[in-house]
T-cell receptor, first 113, second 114 residues
Framework: KAGVTQTPRYLIKTRGQQVTLSCSPISGHRSVSWYQQTPGQGLQFLFEYFSETQRNKGNFPGRFSGRQFSNSRSEMNVSTLELGDSALYLC????????????FGEGSWLTVV | DQQVKQNSPSLSVQEGRISILNCDYTNSMFDYFLWYKKYPAEGPTFLISISSIKDKNEDGRFTVFLNKSAKHLSLHIVPSQPGDSAVYFCAASEAGGGADGLTFGKGTHLIIQP
């Protein structure tokens, strides 16, 4: 079956702009989580959604937000972009919540200039 | 404070030999551990996991060992193949699942030499 799909794969934004990233989980998976990967900090947890509700949130400022739709698809939004937001944003899905094993998409590469 | 540490940023192993990747953790609430493999420009791929009620889990060429008293786990790859060259991430979660998501180590770059 199809894996986790993320769009767009690559994007360039200017400081101060906002960005929305999209994620379609594996068919039948109802939990979606988001991670940020940077060279210095590694993989860091952003938030997790299940049944359209945010269940957990990592240690990121309020500029980072997300939502989940009734079909389990998810979006994350970053407002007022800063240079330090340049990273690989990874979406992962699991069959249930809490889900021990998560499966990642290929990620969205965001560059802020 | 890093709760999951992979102290070797890189590891070079000859093809056909055993690769051993190590991971240490500090949070005694962690009870589920996973290894992911990542190629450049791709998302991490789930490899193998282990629950704290076990001390070993095997899947083909991959075996994960867990030493709870030492808060240490390791991934053994036997025999190592060129396609195993990638970055390997160790991850952990607390009881009941990812209440705060998975906590990842910073990765070990495994290089398999011909």
């Amino acid at each position: 079956k199809a894996g986790v799909t993320q769009t767009p794969r690559y994007l360039i934004k200017t400081r101060g702009q906002q960005v929305t990233l999209s994620c379609s989980p594996i068919s039948g998976h109802r939990s979606v989580s988001w991670y940020q990967q940077t060279p210095g900090q590694g993989l860091q947890f952003l938030f997790e959604y299940f049944s359209e509700t945010q269940r957990n949130k990592g240690n990121f400022p309020g500029r980072f937000s997300g939502r989940q739709f009734s079909n389990s698809r998810s979006e994350m939004n970053v407002s007022t972009l800063e240079l330090g937001d340049s990273a690989l944003y990874l979406c992962a899905s699991s069959a249930s919540w809490p889900g021990n094993t998560i499966y990642f998409g290929e990620g969205s590469w965001l560059t802020v200039v | 404070d890093q709760q999951v540490k992979q102290n070797s940023p890189s590891l070079s192993v000859q093809e056909g030999r055993i690769s051993i990747l190590n991971c240490d953790y500090t949070n005694s609430m962690f009870d589920y551990f996973l290894w992911y493999k990542k190629y450049p420009a791709e998302g991490p791929t789930f490899l193998i996991s282990i629950s704290s009620i076990k001390d070993k889990n095997e899947d083909g060429r991959f075996t994960v060992f867990l030493n709870k008293s030492a808060k240490h786990l390791s991934l053994h790859i036997v025999p190592s193949q060129p396609g195993d060259s990638a970055v390997y991430f160790c991850a952990a979660s607390e009881a009941g699942g990812g209440a705060d998501g998975l906590t990842f180590g910073k990765g070990t770059h495994l290089i398999i030499q011909p």
